[in-house]
DNA sequence: TAATTATATCATAAAAAGATTACCGCCTTA
DNA sequence: TAAGGCGGTAATCTTTTTATGATATAATTA
């Protein structure tokens, strides 16, 4: 049974930390938030975590003290978020342990790209984060998919429906649920057809016959299952 | 597994620790930076290093210390760095050992050539600072690049770009990591095009087909592996 | 079984990312 | 000081991805 990464975010603004939260959990993290210093300490003592995110421009105090607290507990890894021209604060967040940065504004893709970096760099990879279906590996922490042992190209929308599909193996998602957590709207914005489009170029790359799919099933009238 | 040089650098003046240290790591070399003799010896006797370059005049007595200890411990090559008008020292230092000596101030370009003079003399050029990728190796020691056996030139950035891959050989490095490690800005300062048309001259180089390129693969929407 | 509905398949347009080419200015070196 | 290499930029071309409409097929039910 595939764990999944456990993350935390520590971040005051509620937009970004929303906005993170959605993504990293379609990438298959658990996320847990917290706005500040002082709730991320909390959270720590009670809990373990396989990575963090932090500010380190937070309402009380900095996120240093976070850092070094999950340096010592388990020696997380831990990428900091930091605003453009804070370079001070970033030599002494990596002097801290952290394991890299990123400066605001960022883009969704560089950060993911750069969490499965950090993740490889810790040895943080285990078997525990691959997953295996029907001959399918998908390999949560370094974003690669393989089928029969060969690795397929999945695109970055392709993945993130697969990844939706699978962190919820077993039961059935509705169009509107794939709908709503791939493109982010319901059924009114997105031409309903364009799912299907995507169930099939994934099926296309990952079924062993895509006519008779074994891996991605159609439940009709409700949605997919994997 | 091919290991990169590991460099001790003993030098009390804070820029040109910090100079050297980003030429050289540049260069391939891993560098540990000490700013006086006492942190120095005691670096050398818990870690081994492939070579060091030592200031002479150092805060806290003199550099022939270190050079002793290293050279009892495993003949480790030495470049020592003196002031234009240290002709004693200079003959001391090579009494005491050291390989060779350069006067500040100096090239970079003439350091490093010292260097590989050095360390092909020191016989310390072994396999493992060879990495080979599909007819394509490098010696980091000697800084040559070689394809299908015959040598290719790189340009300075060239060989940088072609080092920050493969020394992260397997994962995927973002536009962005390649523009900062290079460039040591982020994308908003150098046009982001220029990563493109420098892999692609990269490319031109190394490939054995630039059209379909298998050293330096593009990731799209991220970023390049090696 | 015909009509209806849901899903699958195909083809293609629009947009985005990257590759390619050509060019310019600067520095080195002869 | 002229020639050539290097670093960087701009404009253009190509490929890939994303999204949609049209049509075909399969399942359901009146």
Redesign the pocket.
């Given at each position: 049974m595939p764990t999944m990464m456990k993350l935390l975010l520590v971040e005051d603004d509620e937009a970004i930390a929303v906005g993170l939260e959605y993504s990293l959990s379609q990438e298959g993290f658990e996320v847990v938030i917290c706005n500040d210093a002082a709730s991320a300490l909390d959270k720590i003592t009670s809990q373990d975590f396989d990575f963090a995110i932090i500010d380190i421009s937070l309402p009380d105090g900095n996120g240093f003290d976070v850092c070094k607290k999950l340096k010592e507990k388990g020696d997380t890894p831990v990428i900091f978020l930091t605003a453009r021209d804070d370079e001070g604060s970033v030599v002494m967040g990596l002097d801290m342990g952290a394991d890299d940065y990123i400066t605001k504004p960022f883009r969704l893709r560089e950060l993911h790209s750069r969490i499965r970096a950090v993740l490889r760099r810790a040895n943080k990879l285990s078997e525990d984060h691959i997953i295996n279906i029907g001959g399918l590996t998908v390999n949560l922490a370094e974003g690669k998919v393989k089928k029969n042992g060969r690795e397929v190209?999945l695109?970055?929308?392709?993945y993130r429906l697969l990844l939706t599909l699978i962190s919820n193996r077993g039961q059935v998602l509705t169009?509107d649920q794939l709908l709503q957590s791939i493109?982010d709207v319901s059924g009114d914005?997105?031409?309903?057809?364009?799912l299907?489009?995507?169930?099939?170029?994934l099926?296309e790359k990952i079924e062993d016959d895509?006519?008779n799919?074994t891996i991605i099933k159609?439940?009709?009238?409700?949605?997919?299952r994997v």
């Open positions: 190209f695109t970055a929308l392709e169009r493109w914005f997105v031409n309903d057809n364009t299907t489009v995507y169930i099939k170029r099926r895509p006519q799919p159609t439940v009709r009238g409700i949605g997919y």
